[in-house]
């Protein structure tokens, strides 16, 4: 079973930029769509983002102008990057795989979580 | 886009009831990519059913789904102690990903 583990800071100002990765271990980022979810306290699921190993990023339109998802293979992890942060953007992020067999797609596996408050 | 709505918002019943969950979508969806997952408080969501209808490894045959074209449902058919927390419909259609609001089945 593949293992994600989300890392980077607990805490970052308005204006600046939120910096996350995740690395991918029991398993190779040579495959499936690595994602980034969001959910503010007490509040639902939110996609922010997936990227394929060869690249290919698809975003949340809300979020498009703000996101940068990247993947570095040579270190099996990717990377989130949210750029001008509000307190809206507190939440707690997993990655995730989104994994597509034959017919099916879905996410297998997640990160525990890392919370994130934007704030001065 | 495909907006997934999920009713009720919250299900109060007790353990050995029987659990019916709803997921409306916004249009007709790929059903091999409608899932559901379970969350509880502090951990992330974890894979329940996948394509509709298919129960992930290791998920107990008392969570069942069914559906087609814009309604699913996810049936929990006796409620355990450890059943009682937040449900999420989800779904793709290659450009966008989409969860619904969630269900929070609470112990009455």
């Known amino acids: 079973q593949v293992q994600l583990q989300e890392s980077g800071p607990g805490l970052v100002t308005p204006s600046e930029t939120l910096s996350l990765t995740c690395a991918v271990s029991?398993?190779?980022?040579?495959?499936?769509?690595w994602t980034w979810i969001r959910q503010p306290p007490g509040k639902g699921l939110e996609w922010i983002g997936f990227?394929?190993?060869?690249?290919?990023?698809i975003y949340n339109p809300s979020l498009k102008s703000r996101v940068t998802i990247s993947v570095d293979k040579s270190k099996n992890h990717f990377s989130l990057r949210l750029d001008s942060v509000t307190a809206a953007d507190t939440a707690v992020f997993y990655c995730?795989?989104?994994?597509?067999?034959?017919?099916?797609?879905?996410?297998?596996?997640w990160g525990q979580g890392t919370l994130v408050s934007v704030s001065s | 886009e495909i907006v997934l709505t999920q009713s009720p918002d919250t299900l109060s019943l007790s353990p050995g009831e029987k659990a019916t969950l709803s997921c409306r979508a916004s249009?007709?969806?790929?059903?091999?990519?409608l899932a559901w997952y379970q969350q509880k408080p502090g951990q992330a969501p974890r894979l329940l059913i996948y394509?509709?209808?298919r129960r992930a490894t290791g998920i107990p045959d008392r969570f069942s789904g069914s559906g087609s074209g814009t309604d699913f449902t996810l049936t929990i058919s006796r409620l355990e102690p450890e059943d009682f927390a937040v449900y999420y419909c989800?779904?793709?259609?290659?450009?966008?990903?989409?969860f619904g609001g969630g269900t929070k089945v609470e112990i009455k």
């Open positions: 029991n398993g190779s980022i040579n495959d499936s769509y």
């Open positions: 995730a795989r989104y994994y597509c067999g034959v017919a099916n797609c879905f996410f297998d596996s």
């Open positions: 989800q779904h793709f259609d290659r450009s966008f990903l989409s």
């Open positions: 990227i394929y190993y060869s690249g290919t990023t």
């Open positions: 249009q007709v969806v790929r059903f091999t990519y």
């Open positions: 394509g509709v209808s």
